[in-house]
């Protein structure tokens, strides 16, 4: 039987830590960390991302700033608002909320962000500076929330991931390649796997490091699994009209695994403390 990651405990021992943070910088320096957060249109689950994100600001001390803008708000103008953003002394981080309607490119968009403010850790700059990483201390401020996370609940179990085989399902720039960057950082040996994969099952099987963001519920099943393998379960499927399930089949999986992440409850809660990070650092920069 597994031993489940509780994500939500680990990302409130960061956010802690961090309100200490928050309260000595506003305390020694006189300024208080802030993230703006841009809204295009009404998402559904963006809208609770984003209220989620500022509730964590707020009991850590940190300013947010929550900016609603409609559907369909032209792309120069958001790139205005980005711009003006990138100059306001009081933010510190800036959040594009993903996904944008279909007319604005998200990617023209995200590089318009101040690779200084860039706290989701999307702009090429950060990314392109997380490829050519060596080491871990070599590392950006700015790595991706989720990826980040990642790596935090794995350091979690105590494994050392040093030598291991570690497995990435998903190619995504979001996750995917990211999170494979940092365990070669962390000098795993690391496989991406993807849709296109012939044999995915055998490849998982190796893994004792797997990490699953494929977005397919219930793809990686208890016989894909390495007994006594780290599971970090990345996917948040909608089942239904409530039920949320991974990408992993979490009651069979939790029969092999050495550790696993539940869903929710793992990988969520980490990524927002790892957002918080972010800016407390992107904070910190700006008064170094």
């Known amino acids: 039987?597994?031993?489940?990651?509780?994500?939500?405990?680990?990302?409130?021992?960061?956010?802690?830590?961090?309100?200490?943070?928050?309260?000595?910088?506003?305390?020694?320096?006189?300024?208080?960390?802030?993230?703006?957060?841009v809204l295009v249109g009404e998402n559904p689950a963006s809208k609770v991302y984003v209220n989620m994100k500022a509730?964590?600001?707020?009991?850590?001390?940190?300013?947010?700033?929550?900016?609603?803008?409609?559907?369909?708000?032209?792309?120069?103008?958001?790139?205005?608002?980005?711009?003006?953003?990138?100059?306001?002394q009081k933010i510190h981080g800036i959040l594009i909320q993903l996904p944008?309607?279909?007319?604005?490119?998200?990617?023209?968009?995200?590089?318009?962000?101040?690779?200084?403010?860039?706290?989701?850790?999307?702009?090429?700059?950060n990314l392109g500076k997380l490829l050519s990483a060596k080491f871990w201390d070599e590392l950006p401020a700015f790595v991706p929330c989720t990826p980040a996370g990642c790596i935090q609940l794995i350091e979690s179990t105590?494994?050392?991931?040093?030598?291991?085989?570690?497995?990435?399902?998903?190619?995504?720039?979001?996750?995917?390649?990211?999170?494979?960057?940092?365990?070669?950082?962390?000098?795993?040996t690391v496989t991406i796997a993807h849709s296109r994969t012939k044999n995915l099952k055998e490849i998982c099987r190796q893994a004792?490091?797997?990490?699953?963001?494929?977005?397919?519920?219930?793809?990686?099943?208890?016989?894909?699994?390495?007994?006594?393998?780290?599971?970090?379960?990345?996917?948040?499927?909608?089942v239904g009209e409530k039920q949320l399930v991974g990408d992993?089949?979490?009651?069979?999986?939790?029969?092999?695994?050495?550790f696993i992440t539940p869903v929710p409850g793992g990988v969520g809660p980490m990524t927002i403390a790892m957002l918080l990070r972010n800016t407390v650092e992107s904070a910190q920069c700006s008064v170094s």
């Open 1 to 37: 039987m597994a031993t489940i990651i509780d994500g939500k405990q680990i990302a409130q021992q960061i956010r802690d830590g961090l309100k200490t943070e928050v309260a000595r910088l506003q305390k020694e320096r006189k300024i208080t960390p802030g993230l703006a957060a």
């Open 55 to 88: 509730k964590a600001c707020d009991e850590t001390g940190i300013y947010s700033q929550k900016i609603p803008l409609p559907a369909d708000t032209p792309q120069k103008k958001l790139i205005e608002l980005v711009h003006g953003l990138n100059q306001d």
């Open 100 to 125: 944008l309607p279909d007319h604005l490119d998200q990617h023209a968009v995200l590089q318009e962000v101040s690779p200084h403010k860039d706290v989701d850790g999307f702009h090429p700059m």
């Open 158 to 188: 105590g494994i050392e991931i040093e030598g291991k085989n570690a497995v990435v399902v998903g190619r995504s720039v979001i996750v995917g390649k990211p999170v494979a960057m940092l365990l070669l950082a962390k000098q795993a």
């Open 208 to 238: 004792d490091i797997l990490v699953v963001a494929a977005g397919r519920p219930k793809l990686v099943t208890a016989d894909m699994i390495k007994p006594g393998a780290v599971v970090i379960d990345v996917g948040v499927n909608r």
């Open 248 to 258: 992993v089949d979490f009651e069979a999986a939790k029969e092999v695994a050495g």
